[in-house]
């Protein structure tokens, strides 16, 4: 049985932990309610870039000894970007905690030396060249900057060469210390944890943070309807990507529309995938629900021959029309709410999987779902919920970016 607490030290770090005494390891990290949409256009990737920088070492360790004690720690660590959080975790043996917490702690209070600064732009430069030269050449996050004009989730999470070519190590520390105040940063455990011990750990290492005075401008998106071509000569495939509105993570529709898209997008047994995966119209089909904190969205994502790509858009088009006129059926619910519980039951076993959930869901929330509540939620999803989620969203009409050879498309 897993049991929740949470604390908070008296600089405003929080603390949240999902504990399992049976548990044979521990996972552990800290999340940064910062990213992409925290950055402007000037300093776009600045919060990928830090994370990078983090590794590079502290005024007590260098990269190396970083490197080393993470070696000898074992299990697996790692960090990642996204568009609202940058997060650094490890998932050790119980025993190993308090040295995981402490180095984890000094990796979070980065020197940002300019010599290290130097020559990790030529990595996240490099990096930015290698996304847009393999396929599906960036459209990832270009889909974003067009359909979210103007809003801050339009930023892409790496950056562009221009903004992190100019960028500058003071930027950088300016950045840092107005986002990596401690009452902007969550501590997240799953596994065989002791909280008090936990605590004890964190205020020993991140005590003397100082908090600071931190602002993110939340408001809802307002998309775009419209069709974007980027011309791409000698691709084999055209990759395209269609998005509408959907619900966020703090709307409660979000179960019923994480469902909906298991029905009519998930890799395997969808609608989208007996009629153009199935069929080998298709390279890849398929439907998914993103949400963020204050907004969100339906993405359509497909790959095909571009001498395919306007048949499979409107047998997209008319899948979507047939489930927006005559809903979904019991028996499709019935699959995907068992693909979901699997999925969530399965997560239950893996301290890793609860650590990103937990600490995602906290950040945007502030709430926290044990694995129960989670199953107990999706199995209470209706199907007038599942089917009142196509007549609250429009699915005609969609914004629509193209990657390829094709010089335009009908979206």
């Known amino acids: 049985m897993m049991n929740f607490q949470k604390t908070k030290l008296d600089n405003g770090l929080e603390i949240i932990a999902e504990i399992n005494d049976q548990a044979l390891s521990t996972a552990m990290g800290f999340f940064v309610r910062t990213g992409a949409r925290d950055e402007s256009d000037e300093i776009a990737g600045v919060s990928h870039f830090l994370e990078h920088m983090a590794f590079k070492g502290s005024e007590r360790r260098t990269a190396a000894d970083v490197n080393r004690e993470l070696d000898e720690l074992g299990g697996v660590s790692n960090a990642f970007t996204s568009e609202e959080l940058t997060a650094f975790y490890i998932k050790v043996l119980p025993e190993l905690q308090e040295r995981a917490v402490e180095l984890l702690a000094d990796i979070l209070r980065p020197a940002l030396r300019q010599t290290d600064f130097d020559t990790e732009k030529q990595v996240i430069l490099e990096e930015i060249k290698m996304y847009e030269d393999k396929p599906p050449f960036g459209i990832d996050e270009k889909w974003r900057e067009y359909f979210w004009r103007g809003h801050p989730l339009a930023r892409s999470v790496l950056g562009t060469r221009e903004s992190v070519g100019a960028l500058t190590v003071d930027a950088m520390r300016e950045y840092y210390n107005r986002r990596y105040s401690p009452n902007n940063v969550v501590f997240a455990a799953s596994g065989k944890v002791d909280v008090a011990k936990l605590a004890g750990w964190l205020e020993a290492s991140c005590g003397e943070w100082e908090q600071g005075d931190v602002h993110r401008e939340e408001r809802r998106a307002t998309s775009v309807r419209e069709t974007c071509v980027i011309r791409r000569e000698k691709t084999s495939f055209e990759y395209i990507i269609q998005a509408v509105d959907g619900p966020s993570m703090r709307d409660e529709d979000r179960y019923a529309a994480a469902l909906l898209a298991v029905v009519l997008g998930d890799d395997v047994g969808s609608r989208f995938f007996w009629e153009l995966v199935d069929t080998g119209r298709a390279d890849s089909a398929s439907l998914f629900c993103n949400s963020y904190s204050d907004s969100g969205c339906f993405i359509t994502s497909l790959s095909c021959r571009p001498e395919e790509v306007q048949a499979n858009l409107s047998v997209i088009r008319d899948i ?83 990657v390829g050879t094709l010089p335009s498309i009908d979206g």
């Not at 019935?334 to 699997?342: D, F, G, Q």
């Not at 869901?361 to 999803?381: H, K, M, N, P, Q």
């Open 320 to 402: 979507l029309a047939e489930a927006s006129r005559d809903g979904v059926t019991a028996d499709e619910l019935t699959r995907a709410r068992n693909k979901i519980l699997a999925a969530t039951a399965m997560s239950e076993e893996s301290p890793t999987s609860r650590l990103f959930g937990m600490g995602s869901d906290w950040l945007a929330t502030g709430v926290y779902r044990s694995v129960e509540e989670e199953l107990a939620i999706v199995r209470d999803v209706t199907l007038d919920d599942v089917n009142g989620i196509l007549k609250r969203y429009r699915f005609d009409n969609p914004f629509t970016i193209a």
